[in-house]
Structure formats: C-alpha cells, structure tokens
C-alpha cells in the first residue's frame, strides 16, 4: 500500500505515521477497535502525521481517487504485564529490571500467557 505500513506493529509506546500522497486530493480515517473514526479530506496534497496514542488496535484507511486501501494493524498495549510467583503478583514497569525464579507465569493483555 502506498505510503503506509502494511505489516502489523505492537507496542507500548505512541506511533506518529506519515503519509506521504502522490495525489491532491485524499481522504483518511482512523479504524480503532474496528471502529470507524471521521474522515479526514486533504486538498492540498500535504502530508499527514497520524498520532495514535491510546491503548487499542488500530488500522488507517486511505482513499485516493476513489480506490480504498488499508494498512497492516497497529497495536498499542500500554498495560504491564502480570508476573506470578509461587501466589504472589508483581507488576514489572518498562525496563525494570526483574529476576526469574521458577515457578514463574506470566500473561499480558496482549498475547495472554
């Protein structure tokens, strides 16, 4: 797809994407949680900077010239993920850093355990 990622990203921190068009005239839209979001119409041509910054899975629709393309999927999972050992919880922050026992489980919001 021109101008977008059409590979699927995960992470924990915001995403700015470009879009740079070879046309005027375009129109874009935010697809969060398979939600519909409002158009957005450039006249100008410009490139357009897409923040995305909740937690949530996310795709950009672009149309051009009345053709209609998707990017891949951007996911964003900002929770921490949950370590368990031997009955006790402990919620590890970003680059904390941790030292595994055995016993140890772990799941996050994302990709479950």
């Known amino acids: 797809m021109e101008g977008l990622s059409i590979n699927n990203i995960i992470t924990n921190e915001d995403i700015t994407i470009t879009y740079t068009p070879s046309v005027i005239n375009y129109s874009y839209v935010i697809i969060k949680n398979n939600v519909y979001g409002n158009p957005v119409v450039v006249n100008d041509g410009s490139i ?24 891949g999927e951007y996911v964003i999972d900002k929770t921490a993920p949950v370590l368990t050992l031997e009955g006790k919880k402990y919620i590890i922050s970003n680059k904390e850093k941790f030292n595994f026992f055995d016993k140890v489980t772990a799941s996050d919001s994302n990709d479950g355990d």
């Open 48 to 71: 357009s900077e897409i923040k995305l910054t909740d937690e949530g899975s996310y795709k950009i629709e672009v149309t051009t010239n009345g053709n209609v393309s998707t990017s």
